[in-house]
């Protein structure tokens, strides 16, 4: 297999994100989503990276800092990850994290953060290979209706 390149997150990249995650949820992806990919690929502080294989994106990971969150110092988050299903358990997710997490150890960041559904064993064990382990947030939730 041909070595995998990681590269900033450019607007272009939106489609090719939106179809991954399409891809690994099943189903369509909200309009907004590909906005929000094209406002992170805008920002210079964030580590937003893809990886492409042979000129083709196979696998994207957006994170942002946090300045002011609770009392907390400023730490960074993983807001979302994806690996085109047909290129999964080839250590791009892996690669990705590694380039997110040496950014932000170059930035002075001590902690980085991510939330993942309880029940997401598969995202679950991938962060704990990567080192992660429970915090001391709890999710909170209110639902509107």
Not at 34 to 45: A, G, I, N, P, T
Not at 86 to 114: P, R, S, W
Request: aromatic letters at 12%.
């Amino acid at each position: 297999m041909d070595k995998v390149q990681i590269r900033n997150l450019e607007k272009n990249d939106a489609d090719e994100i939106s179809r991954i995650y399409a891809a690994i949820t099943m189903k369509p992806v909200d309009p907004g989503f590909k906005r929000v990919v094209e406002e992170h690929s805008q920002r210079d502080d964030e580590a937003c990276f893809v990886a492409e294989l042979n000129g083709k994106v196979v696998g994207f990971m957006i994170s942002y800092i946090l300045t002011a969150g609770f009392g907390m110092p400023k730490s960074a988050w993983i807001a979302t990850l994806g690996v085109d299903p047909n290129f999964m358990g080839q250590d791009i997710g892996a690669t990705l994290a590694e380039e997110i997490l040496n950014y932000y150890k170059a930035q002075g960041v001590e902690n980085v953060y991510t939330s993942v559904r309880w029940d997401s064993t598969d995202l679950l064990s991938f962060f704990k290979t990567l080192g992660f382990d429970r915090s001391n947030f709890i999710n909170l939730r209110k639902v509107l209706k």
